[in-house]
């Protein structure tokens, strides 16, 4: 049987290794939140986000705005974007966003949405649907980058051929908001981890 004294190390050590662990799941993602691909695609895939009376949240609009900038400059052929409809919205996340893109001077044949989508597994899962549609062989996948890490995982664990595209600007910049960005995302990364979900 243990002592106190046993017990007690046994507890220090532990809790030590917990935050070993949890520094370099944090480091990863920070690390991988600056891993931005300048190779060409077919499509972008903008990960959706909330929307606000119609109109993407200023969280979305980054997301957004990078996807429109990616195909300005030639660098995709086409936008996916995804998410459903929240609680209470009149419109689904993707056409607020393709309705944003479209009033950019984004050609709507060069659009695809899906529109039931709630989660980031489901964004990709419906966006692979499309993807497989119109035959695109790749993409580059646009979100915020603290998000990047565990989206890019999820994208390999279900076969779609793309890198990872950050959003050049963020809501997220002060510490006050990246840290819990940052909590959320560890936490999300281990459900995934565990539950694939």
Not at 75 to 103: C, H, P, W
Not at 121 to 149: G, T, Y
Request: hydrophobic residues 40%; charged residues 20%; glycine residues 6%.
């Amino acid at each position: 049987m243990l002592t106190k004294k046993q017990v007690f190390a046994l507890s220090k050590w532990g809790l030590l290794a917990i935050v070993l662990w949890l520094g370099l799941v944090s480091a990863e993602i920070i690390q991988f939140a600056g891993i931005n691909s300048s190779q060409s695609a077919d499509t972008a895939i903008a990960l959706g986000a909330a929307i606000q009376n119609d109109r993407p949240s200023p969280v979305f609009q980054a997301r957004i705005d990078h996807a429109i900038a990616l195909f300005q400059r030639r660098q995709v052929q086409s936008i996916i974007f995804t998410g459903g409809q929240g609680e209470g919205d009149r419109l689904s996340e993707s056409q607020a966003a393709k309705n944003y893109a479209i009033d950019q001077g984004i050609p709507p044949d060069r659009i695809f949405t899906e529109s039931i989508s709630r989660t980031t597994r489901q964004n990709l899962l419906e966006a692979q649907k499309i993807i497989q549609a119109q035959n695109f062989s790749n993409c580059l996948l646009v979100s915020d980058p603290l998000h990047m890490k565990r989206a890019d995982w999820m994208m390999r664990d279900l076969g779609i051929s793309g890198r990872p595209s950050p959003t050049p600007s963020t809501r997220y910049q002060s510490w006050q908001s990246q840290v819990p960005f940052l909590l959320r995302e560890i936490y999300f990364y281990h459900h995934y981890w565990l539950f694939k979900q």
